[in-house]
């Protein structure tokens, strides 16, 4: 079976085919452009992951809240109970860029790290 | 007055790698101007990731990426004037600039580089009846509420235009308990980079409607919902496919638009289609010793070609300057310079001119007009095929670039170079 997919690892987008044998294996990606490409292309055939990014309340700082990212792409499906741990959370001023202020969060690995400093 | 041997309007992420390329080529005095409160540009409001992929070779949100080059800045001796408005360039590129500090600035600039970015279309250039209820604002304002200041616009949302920024929004809201309801483009397909209507839309299940318009708005005081209606290949809405959507908020993501006041004033000639400067290979605009990049220039969907390209414009301005101002402009001189084209399905080119004693192969952008699969791009000089490349699908919403070698613009018969589009054999 082959599957048509545009990679989302990065914001070129390349167009690439996935063939995938009977027990659903990738056997071979074609059509990206770097490594990333057949990487994602084989976790999306199997677990797809993505980056999350939101923003964290800030107690006492120069802005009421401070933007975040995932350490590392998690499960599709682990979205919105990973939004709802952030939402449920208020950090203190100063925060600095690179700064982990959640540690893997809902079990998935992954830690929550500040991306500007506030 | 003060004096400097370049000044950079603007600090985002195409005026900070200007300026560092420049300091980099050996210029001494640079400043860079910028009207808001810290460097950065849009960047700052963009927490997404997807930065600097292939710059860094790290997936960066904006805020990190532009923390990269301010990081670089601090190191060198370059000035920064923040909370600072360049107001006008006047001849013998001297720059006008106000700030609560210093009142009025008059700086004398060996040369100049144009790195002010774009601001989104608002409502008034649409033509949309209705209400002037609240709940109606661009996608771009809507990013800064929620993304800077920490607060929701709104709970059920309907998203006109398929732009990146309104893709980005789409997930970003839903992200924080919002509804958005749909997602409406005008054309048949959407401007925005596949990779955000998978992300953003198809992950989430949020519908994307082509062919489909807001044609009223409703509501006193506070939006309460739009008319939508699918349109024909004239863009008209077909009478009997209204349909009545409520919400309270309206994003608009309908288009970008360089903001090039202060190139038309100071008569620097803009390209109708890109409505950025035209300029050579350098980025040198008809002005001679005024450069122009990033998305003042044309409007960019990956920051890491803002950058590439503004590192062209610091090495040429830095050019300029040490050669005392002996290079020449964009504009066409003694008939020698290459022009290069767009045709057949290629809407325009960047840059539009090239030095036939250029010293460096040159990166041609350009964008198409629709969408196509299985074309070939393919660019010529007179008879001779410089390239030619099978591209699987050619999307508007995406920059595509070929590069013209520097053996071929040497030997060039023609002083002209087209870039165009041709439609595979078997696709
Ligand atoms: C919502 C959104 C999402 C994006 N997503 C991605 C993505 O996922 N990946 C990616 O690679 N790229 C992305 N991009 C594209 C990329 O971020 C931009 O193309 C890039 O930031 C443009 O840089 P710039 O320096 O040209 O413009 P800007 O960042 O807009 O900077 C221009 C600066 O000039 C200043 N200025 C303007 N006029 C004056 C004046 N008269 N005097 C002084 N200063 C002035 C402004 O205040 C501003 O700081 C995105 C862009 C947007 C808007
Ligand atoms: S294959 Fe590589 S270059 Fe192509 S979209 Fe994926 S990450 Fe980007």
Redesign the pocket.
């Known amino acids: 079976m082959v599957k048509e997919l545009v990679c989302v690892a990065c914001?070129i987008g390349c167009m690439m085919s996935v063939e995938m044998n009977r027990k659903k294996e990738v056997v071979s990606v074609t059509g990206n452009t770097c490594k990333r490409g057949e990487q994602y292309a084989k976790d999306e055939c199997t677990n797809p992951v993505r980056m999350l990014t939101t923003t964290i309340k800030v107690n006492g700082g120069s802005l009421p809240v401070v933007p975040v990212k995932t350490s590392v792409p998690i499960p599709k499906g682990k979205m919105f109970e990973c939004m709802a741990e952030i939402n449920n959370q208020v950090v203190d001023a100063p925060i600095k860029t690179g700064e982990v202020l959640i540690c893997n969060i809902c079990d998935t690995g992954a830690d929550i790290v500040a991306t500007n400093e506030v | 007055m003060m004096k400097y041997d370049l000044v950079v309007?603007?600090?985002?992420?195409?005026?900070m790698a200007a300026a560092l390329k420049a300091k980099e080529c050996g210029v001494k005095k640079i400043i860079i101007?910028?009207?808001?409160e810290t460097l950065g540009?849009?960047?700052e409001q963009?927490i997404?990731t997807?930065?600097g992929l292939h710059y860094f070779g790290q997936e960066l949100s904006?805020p990190e990426y532009a923390y990269r080059f301010i990081k670089e800045l601090e190191k060198t001796d370059i000035d920064v004037k923040v909370d600072?408005?360049?107001t006008e360039i006047q001849p013998g590129n001297v720059v006008i600039?106000t700030n609560n500090v210093d009142g009025m600035l008059r700086i004398n600039a060996t040369a100049i580089i144009l790195?002010?970015?774009?601001r989104e279309r608002p409502r008034g250039a649409l033509d949309m009846p209705g209400s002037r209820a609240s709940g109606i604002m661009t996608a771009?304002t809507a990013?800064k509420y929620v993304n800077i200041n920490g607060y929701m616009p709104g709970k059920k949302i309907v998203i006109l235009g398929s732009g990146?920024?309104g893709l980005?929004m789409a997930r970003r809201m839903t992200l924080e308990g919002a509804k958005v309801e749909m997602v409406c483009e005008l054309m048949p397909y959407s401007g925005g980079l596949t990779r955000n209507i998978v992300q953003c839309l198809d992950d989430l299940g949020i519908p994307l409607k082509l062919s489909c318009t807001v044609i009223k708005t409703h509501g006193i005081g506070r939006l309460e919902g739009v008319t939508v209606a699918n349109v024909d290949e004239n863009r008209r809405p077909i009478p009997g496919t209204e349909q009545f959507v409520e919400c309270d908020t309206l994003l608009l993501s309908v288009g970008l638009i360089p903001?090039n006041e202060?190139t038309r004033m100071a008569g620097i000639i803009i390209d109708p289609v890109t409505n950025g400067a035209i300029v050579d290979e350098y980025r040198q605009t008809s002005r001679s010793g005024v450069f122009a990049c990033?998305?003042?220039l044309q409007v960019?969907?990956?920051?890491?070609y803002?950058t590439e390209e503004s590192q062209i414009a610091g090495e040429g301005a830095a050019k300029y300057i040490l050669s005392k101002g002996k290079s020449k402009g964009g504009k066409s001189r003694n008939g020698k310079d290459i022009h290069v084209k767009a045709k057949d399905g290629v809407r325009y080119v960047v840059p539009q001119n090239i030095n036939r004693s250029t010293d460096r192969d040159v990166k041609v952008y350009f964008r198409v007009s629709d969408i196509y699969k299985d074309t070939y791009v393919v660019v010529t000089s007179g008879d001779k095929e410089l390239y030619r490349k099978k591209k699987r699908k050619l999307a508007p919403g995406e920059m595509e670039n070929v590069t013209v070698k520097l053996e071929d613009i040497a030997c060039l018969e023609s002083n002209e170079i087209t870039v165009k589009l041709e439609v595979g054999k078997n696709g």
């Not at chain 2, 309007?9 to 005026?15: D, H, L, R, S």
């Not at chain 2, 101007?33 to 808001?36: A, G, I, M, N, Q």
């Open positions: 914001p | 309007v603007g600090g985002g992420p195409a005026g101007l910028e009207r808001s540009g849009i960047l963009c997404h997807g930065f904006g600072t408005m360049v600039a790195a002010m970015g774009c771009g990013q990146d920024i980005i903001e202060l990033g998305n003042v960019h969907d990956l920051v890491d803002v």
